[in-house]
């Protein structure tokens, strides 16, 4: 069974998202607000493989409990959605360690798209999915089959976003990736979203395995293009 959690404060919108998802085979848990939410999910925090979250809420907002709840899974799927469409407003969504972020209006097609995606994502990680041996790269370890990565035998913490990334990366070392590109592999062929979603998560990721993130040795730039992974 697909199962969600939904938190959003108006009742319309959460209504029309309630009967879209379920209507699109997931079992659905809603809230009206933040807290309630967050009860819910710490109830059982194994029990869902995605959160979408409304940002713009009284009490807890959405950003607070994105915070919260990725402190306590890693594998959970987290969609933002709000009605802001501030460049600012996504970013700190996705540093907070969500997945994606929908913007109001949205069609039925577009949520349900956007959230299948993330869904093929979290099963994959669940171990349904295909799973492969260790990439190697230098003190780098990426374990295919128990979805982690260590550096130097220490482990890091990874959303699973992350861990497709950086498994994209492993996988072509010393090659320069369009960003177009790194988002097609890693979001899929038919994502609606803005491709500065990658400069988000490869900020995010640089903070976890480099160094020095403002002087990274591992993920870098190439200007005009995109990425590359070094060992």
């Known amino acids: 069974m697909k199962r969600i959690l939904v938190v959003e404060d108006e009742d319309s919108i959460r209504d029309f998202v309630v009967i879209n998802l379920r209507r699109s085979g997931y079992e659905v848990t809603d809230a009206p607000n933040g807290e309630e939410g967050y009860r819910l ?53 996705l540093m907070l360690g969500a997945d994606d972020y929908v913007t109001k209006p949205f069609s039925p ?66 090659t320069a990736l369009a960003r177009t590109e790194i988002l097609s592999q890693v979001w899929g062929d038919n994502y609606f979203g803005d491709v500065k979603i990658v400069d988000v998560n490869i900020r995010r990721l640089r903070m976890k395995i480099e160094d020095e993130p403002s002087n990274p040795k591992h993920l870098c730039t190439v200007w005009g293009y995109g990425y590359k992974w070094t060992e």
């Open 109 to 174: 097609s577009e949520l349900v798209a956007r959230v299948d995606a993330i869904h093929r994502r979290v099963t994959m990680a669940a171990g349904r999915g295909n799973a492969g041996g260790d990439i190697v790269s230098g003190e780098f370890v990426l374990n295919q089959r128990s979805r982690t990565l260590t550096k130097g035998g220490l482990p890091i913490d990874l959303t699973q976003v992350e861990f497709q990334i950086m498994e994209v990366f492993m996988k072509n070392p010393d």
């Open 41 to 93: 999910f710490m109830e059982d925090p194994q029990r869902y493989d995605i959160a979408l979250l409304d940002v713009m809420m009284p009490g807890m907002d959405g950003f607070t409990l994105c915070k919260k709840i990725r402190e306590k899974s890693d594998s959970i799927g987290i969609i933002m959605l709000s009605a802001k469409s501030q460049e600012m407003d996504k970013v700190n969504g």
